[in-house]
């Protein structure tokens, strides 16, 4: 295998491992040494990339990397100094763990991912924290693609990872599931968490790839582990379910083979993955045996208008937009009231879609968010205002990072500057 792709192995392998690594760490030596844990995780793939492509890929690729994180957070404990007695108890503990062959199994609750995940939920942290800590630490996400869910900036997610950190080092938080009957309390945290992993992975806010299925499917597992837990096992719980699958579904022609991003109406609905949209259709009737309807219900359900049509032509946006009127009387979201303007053009028509734009009160934090001006863009250029949709797309061009992104606004570009042409030819 040459260089470049044992080193693309690498990197894909320590994506996927990364937050289990951290997880099953932190589970044995404490939350009080998270970063501890991150540390040493890095340093094991540092030595992976240093010595895989010179002796050869293991057989066990994972458990190699698992290996050589215990080794170096053991050899970091045997080096600290000034150890009080619980310390020592923890280093005890540690030892014993290290020396145990056979790796961990994370097919039931007592997954490590999602004990972590409760711990980072802890009601002495905050909830900006709470999800920090847990998109950054067990779901693997960089900075910058946190500071994207949350619409925010790179460095202000920074501040607020080192601040979470210092906080679980203060407390000295406990590895250990809060009692059943708090678990409730915490899986609104950890719900939210899970979606917003699905969405990163559904599109994806850097890199080179515009999906990244493999935190699609991870969101997937962990939260159809929670659908078997009975003190998890909540409506709200299985809408969220019912919101992946019926968008995973698609994801097989979100892209061409060219890499090239294709919109709803252009995708080849023959492709889309049929058993996932059947199971997430019977988790949504689950879903629907509660009292309580959550905006995990309502995006459900707008996925299932989606990927129940037929075709484009037979879309119930009607439907859709009152479904998305529920959605925005339930949360702030600007990012649900963006979605809902698109709704509103295609009944109402592009005008409608712009005053609908317009009028979302927290519109400011959609101006460094790309998708919010190619939606303006495309509706100016629907009612024939080229100027204004080519500063829409000269915007949004700028930026987006992902390479299908930046293609199809360059696109919309082309077409805008021939439009203006051939009116110039005409005149």
């Not at 145990?100 to 002495?124: I, K, N, W, Y």
């Not at 083979?257 to 080849?268: D, I, P, Y």
């Not at 905006?295 to 439907?319: F, K, L, M, N």
Request: proline share 4%; charged share 20%; glycine share 4%.
């Amino acid at each position: 295998m040459q260089l470049h792709e044992t080193s693309r192995l690498a990197e894909g392998l320590f994506r996927q491992e990364a937050g289990r690594l951290v997880a099953v760490l932190t589970a044995r030596l404490g939350t009080h040494h998270l970063q501890l844990a991150e540390d040493v995780v890095q340093e094991a793939l540092v030595r992976a990339l240093q010595t895989w492509p010179y002796h050869g890929v293991p057989e066990n690729p994972a458990a190699w990397l698992t290996q050589a994180a215990k080794n170096l957070a053991r050899d970091h404990l045997r080096r600290e100094q000034r150890w009080n007695a619980k310390e020592k108890s923890i280093t005890a503990e540690s030892e014993r763990w290290f020396s145990m062959a056979g790796s961990e199994t994370h097919e039931t609750f007592a997954d490590d991912t999602l004990r972590m995940m409760f711990v980072c939920f802890h009601p002495q942290l905050s909830t900006e924290s709470q999800m920090a800590i847990a998109l950054r630490t067990l779901c693997g996400l960089s900075p910058a693609e946190i500071a994207a869910a949350f619409l925010s900036s790179e460095s202000a997610i920074s501040k607020r990872l080192v601040r979470a950190r210092q906080r679980i080092q203060e407390l000295e938080l406990p590895f250990v599931l809060p009692e059943i009957a708090d678990l409730p309390d915490r899986l609104d945290g950890v719900l939210a968490t899970l979606y917003l992993l699905f969405n990163e992975g559904y599109k994806a806010s850097g890199g080179e790839q515009l999906v990244r299925e493999d935190l699609c499917y991870e969101a997937i597992r962990l939260t159809a582990l929670l659908t078997e837990h009975a003190a998890t096992q909540k409506p709200r719980t299985y809408a969220l379910l019912a919101l992946m699958l019926l968008n995973a579904a698609r994801l097989p022609s979100r892209t061409n083979e060219a890499g090239k991003l294709l919109r709803l109406h252009e995708q080849n609905r023959a492709t889309w993955d049929q058993s996932l949209i059947q199971r997430g259709i019977r988790c949504l009737g689950q879903a629907a045996q509660g009292e309580t309807l959550s905006e995990y219900h309502i995006e459900a359900g707008i996925a299932a208008c989606h990927s129940t049509a037929p075709d484009d032509a037979s879309t119930p946006w009607s439907r859709i937009l009152a479904l998305y009127d529920q959605l925005v009387s339930l949360t702030t979201s600007p990012i649900a009231a963006m979605n809902r303007a698109v709704a509103v053009a295609r009944v109402h028509g592009p005008q409608a879609g712009i005053d609908a734009l317009a009028e979302i009160s927290s519109r400011s934090k959609l101006e460094s968010y790309h998708l919010y001006h190619v939606i303006r863009g495309t509706f100016a250029a629907e009612l024939g205002q080229r100027h204004v949709a080519l500063q829409s797309f000269s915007l949004a061009e700028k930026l987006a990072t992902v390479p299908a992104e930046r293609a199809f606004i360059a696109l919309r570009i082309r077409e805008c500057e021939d439009q203006n042409n051939n009116a110039s030819e005409v005149l």
